[in-house]
């Protein structure tokens, strides 16, 4: 069974909180709502979003916010990760119960023999591009303060453009930042993983385990979109159909699960679609074989879309790369 991706009102107590620092004002009826709940839906987080960023005016408030989020703002998620013993284990523990933070995407870890990646990638699209910052930002600000400042990441790199200077997210976040890549992601060295936590306390995290552990299983931990998401980036060829049988449900029982969640197959397939051939023109393919990649009738279909989408058509959103 499906339900509503939701995010936890913590959360969203930061962002008021940061709101209220900066001296804007957020509509007095959308606080009021957030104030009484446990768990705010993604809709109400759109919006909370939204306004927090129109008023604030900085391009680079997402990563101003994650610098400054506290554990308690993750609720239980951020006490689990709190106590584990090694990042390596809050690393997991990220990966298993980041939807009690907000199931607004998904965390994925990719290891190697030198290096460890962090990566992260969203459903949402409101505000897309602060948000995600919002997340990475918070994600090595937590990591270097659970480690008492003893983790150094190598690098930072988004799938966005810059929105300011390069130069201005270096320097808030302390570390090299590259944009226009393939996935959002936190790299650092894989015997980084080994460090100790400053706060672990085995026994508390055992408890705790289990007090998230009963939240997910009344969360569902990922929502029917999430699961959408997902098949449409590994199978962007795929239609609705063959999505939702997949899934184990008709078409029309597809479509209004999604309806029910607030979202579409056609947004989040046309969210989708966008992302991978902004991530393919960066790359360098040809138009043609991503128009064949995403499962465009022709070149000239793939254009067309990409101009509804952007604004722009493949050529020129080529010209507009940085070098």
Request: with cysteine; glycine share 8%.
């Amino acid at each position: 069974m499906s339900h509503s991706p939701t995010v936890t009102v913590h959360f969203s107590q930061a962002i008021m909180q940061a709101a209220q620092r900066l001296g804007l004002a957020l509509p007095g009826d959308l606080v009021a709502r957030l104030d009484s709940r446990e768990r705010v839906d993604l809709a109400s987080q759109d919006r909370l979003w939204e306004a927090f960023c129109e008023g604030a005016g900085d391009p680079l408030v997402g990563v101003d916010l994650g610098l400054a989020l506290q554990v308690g703002h993750l609720d239980t998620a951020g006490m689990i990760l709190m106590s584990c013993e090694t990042l390596d284990e809050a690393v997991e523990s990220l990966i298993d119960y980041h939807p009690i933070v907000g199931e607004g995407g998904a965390f994925q870890v990719a290891r190697g023999p030198r290096f460890c990646e962090v990566r992260y990638e969203p459903v949402y699209r409101t505000r897309r591009t602060t948000r995600v910052e919002a997340v990475m930002a918070s994600l090595i600000h937590l990591t270097r303060w659970s480690t008492g400042d003893a983790f150094r990441p190598d690098h930072l790199t988004f799938r966005h453009a810059a929105q300011a200077q390069p130069q201005r997210y270096q320097d808030k976040l302390g570390l090299p930042v590259h944009f226009n890549r393939a996935d959002n992601a936190l790299v650092f060295a894989s015997d980084q993983l080994a460090l100790p936590l400053i706060h672990a306390n085995p026994a508390l995290c055992r408890h705790l385990r289990g007090l998230a552990d009963e939240l997910l299983a009344r969360l569902d931990s990922q929502s029917l979109g999430a699961r959408v998401s997902t098949l449409i980036r590994d199978h962007p060829r795929w239609g609705k159909e063959r999505i939702a049988g997949e899934l184990g449900m008709s078409g029309r029982h597809l479509i209004r699960k999604l309806a029910d969640e607030g979202t579409s197959f056609k947004l989040l397939r046309d969210t989708l679609l966008q992302d991978l051939a902004e991530q393919a023109l960066t790359n360098g393919a040809r138009t043609g074989r991503i128009a064949e990649d995403l499962g465009f009738s022709d070149e000239s279909a793939f254009a067309k879309a990409f101009k509804r989408w952007t604004g722009r058509t493949p050529a020129r959103f080529r010209e507009a790369r940085p070098d």
